[in-house]
């Protein structure tokens, strides 16, 4: 298997397909040809995009090729002209054959294993994660929908792949047939045991969340992730690791464990996404407080401030030293 070097995993560009005016789908595959590190569907990782200047962005793609094929990873890349120019870099200077270091995937957006019956509701590049996680539950027999927005037929490309595979538990929305989706009508009178999944722009997480709760959803059958929950994580700190010293900054768009990894220390992890518990932490010393973003630390632990999941947790400080 090829192994993260440093948080990270140089892999050379296969192939670079537009899907849509805006989209362009890149394969990437272990310079090697060894298999990459496993993923759960709904998972992502972080393109390290490097600029002439001597810079380094790095932006989160959900990974949509399937969990059981780990020779590739594939990614979607929407063209944002936002002015952080991390997506245009990939489109206009990364092509085939050239590397790129990306971190091991992490899952922020897994699917609910209690659940019967899956919905998933998603805007235009929004669909990539549910790739992964129709390829998932397709293989375990899992039952399933998706309804998938899009503006229009040109940039249909990745719903039609999906109705091509999965036929008509794929409904597509704004394809040219002027249907529009409606988030209520989707999710009203389903059965007990439905779980729904939204990904898209904040509005429309917005609206799945209020239409679920007006049904009589409740929180832990809803899942979402919007576009920019994989983007900029915090304010920057540093870290001290007790064993060894050494202090470690971490720029707001790492996590905490993936810049101790960058800096060529190692901690435990699993999941990289706050759900399995695997890089608990204890904190010796902190002046300020821990910003817990994980799901598996109780309400008194974070009370104490001296548990940290650093795959995901940040902190608000001047000095914060680990028990690493
Ligand atoms: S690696 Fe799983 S909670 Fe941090």
Request: proline content about 5%; hydrophobic content about 35%; glycine content about 10%.
């Amino acid at each position: 298997m090829s192994e993260a070097q440093h948080g990270s995993l140089r892999l050379r560009v296969d192939r670079i397909e537009p899907v849509t005016p805006e989209i362009n789908r890149y394969t990437l595959s272990a310079e090697d040809g060894s298999w990459l590190p496993p993923f759960s569907g709904g998972s992502h990782v972080r393109v390290l995009i490097p600029f002439d200047d001597g810079q380094t962005r790095r932006n989160a793609y959900s990974l949509m090729s399937s969990p059981y094929d780990t020779s590739k990873y594939q990614i979607a890349v929407r063209r944002i002209h936002d002015g952080k120019r991390g997506s245009i870099t990939l489109h206009e200077k990364v092509r085939e054959g050239d590397a790129l270091l990306v971190t091991t995937p992490a899952n922020l957006f897994p699917l609910s294993k209690h659940a019967r019956h899956h919905v998933f509701i998603a805007g235009g590049v929004g669909v990539t994660p549910i790739y992964s996680q129709l390829d998932e539950l397709n293989l375990k027999g899992g039952s399933f929908e998706l309804h998938l927005a899009v503006r229009g037929p040109e940039h249909a490309t990745l719903g039609r792949e999906l109705q091509e595979i999965y036929g008509e538990r794929v409904r597509l929305y704004g394809d040219g047939d002027g249907s529009r989706l409606n988030a209520s009508d989707v999710l009203a009178g389903r059965p007990l045991g439905t779980h729904a999944y939204v990904c898209g722009p904040a509005r429309m997480v917005d609206d799945v969340i209020g239409a679920a709760h007006a049904h009589g959803w409740t929180d832990s059958n809803i899942h979402f992730e919007r576009f920019e929950d994989l983007g900029s994580t915090g304010a920057p700190f540093s870290v001290t690791l007790a064993r060894s010293g050494a202090v470690i900054e971490v720029s707001p768009e790492q996590s905490l464990l993936e810049a101790v990894e960058e800096a060529g220390h190692k901690l435990p992890y699993l999941c990289r996404g706050g759900a399995c518990g695997e890089c608990e932490t204890e904190v010796l010393e902190l002046d300020g407080s821990i910003d817990h973003r994980d799901d598996w630390l109780s309400e008194s632990d974070r009370c104490t401030n001296k548990l940290i999941m650093p795959c995901v947790s940040r902190a608000t400080c001047t000095k914060i030293v680990i028990n690493a």
